[in-house]
């Protein structure tokens, strides 16, 4: 089993319309949708929910008041100033714990704290394990975690050779969880100030890592010197540039229909793309 990982150092630089064309072009595969924090690939995918599963982040503590013995240490050691008058605030604790442990009285009580949920779910191109996180809620990288554990059962269970996943933007911790032990990352960039330098963080991060990387650069011909100079850069960092798409508003229409672009278009936009996934598929060696 094979996983793909689509990543890109910001927001907006169309990872999730890739993947989306990729989920109708691979055969035999998992789709994962790792961006629990705004999670976007069901709105292309249209995704039929099978099973609901709720995620349980950081714990969730309280202060039994018939055992506490108002000694105060738990306010002392609260560094998020969450426990006032021997009462903890849930919104300003943070779950690490530090009054659980430290009362000499264990009149600190915790219980499990649902934090989002994660779906198995059936569409027309596969199956799809998809996420959402609660509102302000914390532990993203955990909920990709979770989701790609699934993901990877799933597909060990059913002999399914690949795993596409559709990571977050930027390089904290949710794609971090995202990145880790995949085989093969594809960084979808643009010809920008702020592609080029978001592109150098998630490449280093990749390094970090030690995975292989390819680089995509949409919508490579609104500023042909910026992609000269990622292209530049991928040579340096010894890293193929496997495809470049053109600024084509076919993307937007596709969305707007809450389509696949590939299957919304079998215009240039999407023979390019169609060569992009032969060349991935072809350095997955799935």
């Keep these: ?13 169309g990872k999730t319309s890739l993947v989306g064309a990729f989920a109708v072009l691979a055969e035999n595969k998992v789709m994962i949708d790792c961006d629990v924090d705004a999670a976007d690939l069901h709105l292309i995918l249209k ?10 982040g950081l714990n969730e503590y309280l202060i039994n008041r018939d055992i506490c013995i108002e000694c105060g240490k738990c306010e002392e050691l609260c560094r998020f100033k969450a ?3 021997f009462q903890i605030d849930v919104i300003s604790c943070e779950g690490c ?9 264990s009149a600190i009580e915790t219980k499990g704290r649902i934090c989002g949920q994660w779906f198995i779910s059936k569409t027309k191109y596969g199956p799809l394990v998809h996420a959402k996180l609660g509102i302000a809620q914390e532990n993203s990288g955990k909920l990709v975690a979770e989701v790609r ?12 050779s690949l795993v596409i996943t559709d990571g977050s933007p930027g390089i904290g911790c949710p794609v971090i969880a995202s990145l880790s032990g995949t085989d093969l990352v594809l960084i979808v960039t643009e010809p920008t100030v702020s592609g080029v330098h978001d592109l150098e963080r998630i490449l280093d991060l990749c390094a970090h890592f030690k995975i292989k990387s390819l680089v995509c650069i949409n919508k490579f011909d609104l500023n042909l010197k910026k992609t000269r100079e990622i292209e530049e850069l991928c040579k340096e960092r010894k890293v193929e540039v496997a495809g470049k798409i053109d600024y084509d508003p076919i993307f937007t229409k596709a969305l707007i229909k809450g389509m696949p672009v590939v299957e919304f278009s079998d ?3 999407s023979r390019r793309i169609k060569t992009l996934w032969e060349n991935i598929y072809e350095k997955l060696n799935v």
């Design 149 to 160: 554990k699934a993901a990877k059962k799933m597909a060990q269970k059913k002999g399914i």
């Design 97 to 105: 714990g530090i009054c659980f442990l430290a009362c000499p009285v």
């Design 1 to 13: 089993m094979k996983e793909l990982t689509v990543l890109s150092g910001k927001g907006g630089t």
């Design 267 to 269: 215009g240039e936009t």
């Design 47 to 56: 995704p039929e929910v099978k099973e609901t599963n709720d995620f349980y």
């Design 83 to 85: 426990i006032d008058n």
